[in-house]
Every structure is written in structure tokens, then in C-alpha cells.
């Protein structure tokens, strides 16, 4: 077996653990001390994206020695980085001119390789970076949340955003953190995606999207908002107007009728209520009178 398809099998176990809620049980420290032996590579780091994996696991672990590992499993790796440095600027000066002056060729060619050297670093470090984001996972259920929340942070062909984030890695993030705040895809979970997917996408709040993408909310922050955070400032407005009614309607309902402590509620057995006296019956019978508990809100007919 080659080091790459090893690592690939460790670190599959590793996703195993992780989606099961069994980070800690054993056989975890042998895996991660075999990947501490292993002679890794920055190839082998990168098609396999073991660093990440290892991240999510450590962030999963409860065990200070698990953590502990992964943390030494991470620096070690992240060496690999630092030591996979490009010339500088001044020593590529000194190597022209120690080169004959006949061989431009050679020179471009010297610095086509050294900007793919440049590029794969930077593509390295990025992948690092990422060990903080999104964990991998391979639950369906997982992946058409992810798939929903991105398709709804796309922007329209003709939007433009400065510093717009991509809408695949943000739909990893939020379903990340809903997923790690719920620990399962039951339908609370369900119903949180769906929350976040129909709010991203309401034409009538264009605002919510554009901030999520400019990072001016955060994933972690979209995935426990509730629905009147994720509202636009006209819909907050028009349900506190409703909300405000409301309450003065039942204040009204209240202050209605007439003041007296002639009637004891049954309820509550206080007199503090109002009245009031309607004909519903024919004109020749007295009035029906209707009273109310202003300590309760028990509401009687007083024949």
C-alpha cells in the first residue's frame, strides 16, 4: 500500500469517527500516531487533505490527549509549507547574472517554474486555512443542505458584490455550524436549513444575502439567527406595527364597560371587573348584562 493510500484509509476512519460521535473510543490514538510516522509529504497533503480532516477530529475530541496529538500532527504538517520556499527577489538577481547573457529561453523558462512553485505553495497554505472551515463529510443528507445554501447565496448574472465570498464554501460553513449545534440531520435540523435557504433567497431581502456574502454576518452567526433577525428592515417594522396593535386592541378589550365591584368573579373570586349591558333578546325582556374580570380576564353573562 503507498503512502497516499494510506493516508486516504486513515484519514476515511478518521471521517468515520467523526460523523458517529465516536471521536473518542478506541483505535483513534493509533491511527493518528501511525500518521505521526508516516513520512508525509506536501503532495500526499494535498490530494488527500489530511489536515483537515485531522482539524475536524480534534475539534470532535474530547480527550486532552487526542487534541493534543492532532495539534503536534498539524504544526508538523504546516512545516511542510514553510519549508517548501521559493528564491527570493535578490537571489534570483545573483542567479541571472552568474547565467550567460545568451540564454533567454532558459530564464523564462526558470521563471515559469518558479511562479507554478509560487502558485502550489499559496494553494497549500489555502488548504491549511481551511482546516478551520467547513469539516468534509460524506452524509447525503449533509451534502444537499450544503448544496441548497449555496445555490441560494449565488448571485444574479447581472449583481456585482466587492469582495464577494464563494457561495460553496459559505453553504459548507453554515451547514457546518447548524450541523455541529444540532449533532444530527433530524428534521430540527432539516427545518433550520430550510429557514436559512428560503430567507436567502426572498427577492423582498436582497439585503441578507449581500451581507453574508460581503462576511459582514458570519456563517456561524446566519446559522442560529431567528427569523425576525433574518427579516428586512420593512418586515421588522411592519410586525412591530402589528405587534403594537395587538396590544392595543387587548388594552381597549380591557378598558371597555363599566367600572364596579358589584359582581365576584368565579374564577378568581375578585371584584375588581367592568360591564356592560346589550338587549339581545326581545324589547319587552330586560337587558342581558356581559361582565368582565379586569384580574383574571374571566368573562361571564349575568342574567
Not at 436582497?206 to 433577525?229: D, H, Q, T, W
Not at 427579516?231 to 403594537?244: C, G, I, N, Q, V
Request: proline share 4%.
Amino acid at each position: 500500500m503507498s503512502c497516499e493510500d494510506e493516508v486516504l484509509k486513515i484519514g476515511k476512519k478518521l471521517e468515520k469517527m467523526i460523523s458517529n460521535n465516536t471521536a473518542d473510543h478506541g483505535g483513534a490514538d493509533d491511527m493518528l500516531n501511525r500518521l505521526k510516522d508516516i513520512p508525509m509529504t506536501l503532495s500526499v497533503l494535498q490530494k488527500t487533505r489530511i489536515g483537515m480532516t485531522v482539524n475536524n477530529f480534534r475539534k470532535a475530541a474530547s480527550k486532552d490527549e487526542l487534541v493534543a496529538l492532532s495539534k503536534t500532527l498539524i504544526k508538523s504538517w504546516k512545516k511542510l509549507l514553510s519549508n517548501d520556499s521559493t528564491p527570493t527577489k535578490s537571489e534570483k538577481k545573483e542567479k541571472e547574472k552568474e547565467k550567460p547573457s545568451g540564454s533567454p529561453d532558459q530564464s523564462d523558462s526558470n521563471s515559469e517554474m518558479s511562479e507554478a512553485t509560487d502558485s502550489q505553495s499559496s494553494h497549500g497554505k489555502t488548504l491549511m486555512r481551511q482546516d478551520s472551515e467547513a469539516s468534509i463529510t460524506n452524509d447525503p443528507v449533509r451534502l444537499k443542505c450544503r448544496e441548497l445554501l449555496a445555490s441560494s447565496l449565488k448571485l444574479d448574472d447581472d449583481s456585482h458584490i466587492p469582495n464577494a465570498q464563494c457561495p460553496i464554501e459559505l453553504g459548507g460553513k453554515i451547514e457546518d455550524a447548524i450541523f455541529m449545534e444540532m449533532k444530527n440531520t433530524d428534521q430540527k435540523y432539516k427545518a433550520r436549513v430550510r429557514s436559512r435557504v428560503a430567507n436567502l433567497k426572498d427577492k423582498k431581502n436582497p439585503k441578507l444575502k449581500e451581507r453574508v456574502i460581503m462576511g459582514l454576518i458570519p456563517p456561524e452567526n446566519l446559522a442560529v439567527m431567528s427569523a425576525e433577525e433574518m427579516a428586512s428592515d420593512e418586515m421588522r417594522m411592519l410586525r412591530a406595527k402589528f405587534t403594537k396593535e395587538s396590544i392595543d386592541d387587548h388594552q381597549m378589550a380591557r378598558q371597555e364597560g363599566t367600572a364596579t365591584d358589584l359582581f365576584k368573579c368565579g374564577k378568581c373570586g375578585k371584584k375588581n371587573c367592568t360591564y356592560n349591558q346589550l338587549q339581545t333578546r326581545s324589547s319587552d325582556e330586560p337587558m342581558t348584562t356581559f361582565v368582565f374580570c379586569l384580574e383574571c380576564g374571566n368573562r361571564w353573562k349575568f342574567c
